[in-house]
Structures are given as C-alpha cells and as structure tokens.
C-alpha cells in the first residue's frame, strides 16, 4: 500500500475531495480486464481492494507484477497518452477508484497548484517503482530498498489517512460496474 501514499500524499484536502467527489467506485470480478494491452486507456486507477496481475498478454500472459490494496494503475498511459505495453486482469474480486482522464485534464488545465502537486506526486511514484525494479534486477542496494525520503516521510502518515477517507466515502456509495 505504500505507493499510493507517495501519490496522496503531496495532494491537499480540497485535491482529495475533488478526486472523491469526481471519481466512481467498480468492481472487478476474478478474470475481467481493467487495462488491455494496445488499448488506450482513458482513467487513471487506484487499487482500494483485491488483486490485480499485469501480464505481457492476456491469454497464457507472463505475470510481470502483482497488485495489491493502494497500487496507482494507468499512470503511465495517462503521462505518455500512449497504449499501455501490458494488460492489467482482476486475480480475484477487487474494487478499483477510477477517474477519467478527461475529468482530470480539465482540472490540470484550471488549477495550477493542483497540476503541479498531481505531477510531483506521480514523479514520486514512478520514482519509487523504478527503484523497486531496479532493486528486483539485482542493481539496487538492498538495505535501501525500504528507505524513504525524509520529505516524503513527513507526508505518510496523512496520506495514509486520506487513503482511509477514500475508502470509507466509497464503502457508502453504490458499487458502479460498467466501465
């Protein structure tokens, strides 16, 4: 769950309202696509339940990852605009925090402080995946691999709670499964 606080963690209060109020809550059931590879993908994701596993191929598809509970999906489509090189399929029932990138974008493009707090936060985030790769390839420094910047550091233990937030305001809503 800690990459998704690297994402929460450098939005505001106001930042994280907006997202739960313009976000929608859906449910993956074992089996089912999130992301197709070569398909565009058009929202970006947050992990609140389940499991989700990125493979090269749909069908007889190399695991390369697993997901779990505050994993951030689509981030990189949505920084690149291009189709995503892998598919993303449900392992078993999960819920997911989807919200459009058009939503987004219009936000980016009326709120200057939240771009550059939504950017910084996505920066940190692939940052920490990099170095997570880099560390599974054998290159990484092992008794680093846990540390975490003492600036970000400062922001967990909030982030960590508006994680929660985002967890109970949709534990009210009506689970939504067309997406």
Known sequence: MKRVLFFLGQLDDRDLEWMIQNGQKIELKTGETLIQKGNYVDSLYILLSGQLSVCSNEIDGEEVALLGAGEVIGEMSFLESRPPSVSV?????????????????????????FKANFYYSLALFLSNRLRKTTDRLGYGIPEEEDLIDTKVLDVVSQAGARFGQILNKFSEVKLSVNY
């Open 89 to 113: 399929i449900s392992k078993k029932t999960s819920v997911v925090y989807k919200i459009s990138r058009n939503v987004i974008e219009l936000r980016l493009s009326s709120n200057p402080d």
